[in-house]
């Protein structure tokens, strides 16, 4: 019961956090036909309403990030493996969730980078720094895993 009670909590905290930033996050295929059209890199977040750090990390990490310009750079998009299962699995395989996923294209080719798990904010911008040509403040060197890939559905 202190579960359920806790978990509720924390879902209206996260969409009170969200209220203000909302017009800066993009559903995967609104950000996919931006990110193919021009030259900004795509970072999706892959998050599930059960997952306990996707909601923490939209609670706490997402609303620093929105507050210093983080993603002012990227196209950013949210997937709930929930509710759309298909592109979520397609996104993140076997490592689970949280995960963020970056696209960018390098030599017309687009080059997936991805970190799994619960990230503080300093993470979220090392990760971005790291996998894109992309400059973030106080960024440090995070573990990311790229590979070539599509971002097709």
Known sequence: ???????????TLV??????????????????????????PML????ATWCGP??????????????????DKLHFAMVDYDAEPTVANA????RGVPQLVLFQKVNDQWVRSYVAG???AENVESFIAKASNIQVSN?????????????DK
Do not use: H, W
Request: glycine letters at 4%; hydrophobic letters at 45%; charged letters at 20%.
């Open 139 to 151: 960024a440090k060197i995070a573990d990311a895993t790229t590979q070539k890939s599509t971002i």
């Open 1 to 11: 019961m202190r579960f359920a009670i806790a978990l509720v909590f924390l879902v």
């Open 15 to 40: 969409n009170q956090s969200f209220a203000q930033s909302e017009q800066t996050i993009l559903d995967y295929t609104s950000a996919y036909k931006l990110a193919q059209a021009g030259e900004k």
């Open 91 to 94: 996104l993140v395989g076997d």
């Open 118 to 120: 619960m990230q503080s």
């Open 54 to 71: 996707c909601q923490q990390m939209k609670a706490t990490t997402l609303p620093e990030l929105f507050k210093k310009g983080t993603f």
């Open 44 to 47: 999706v977040l892959v998050t």
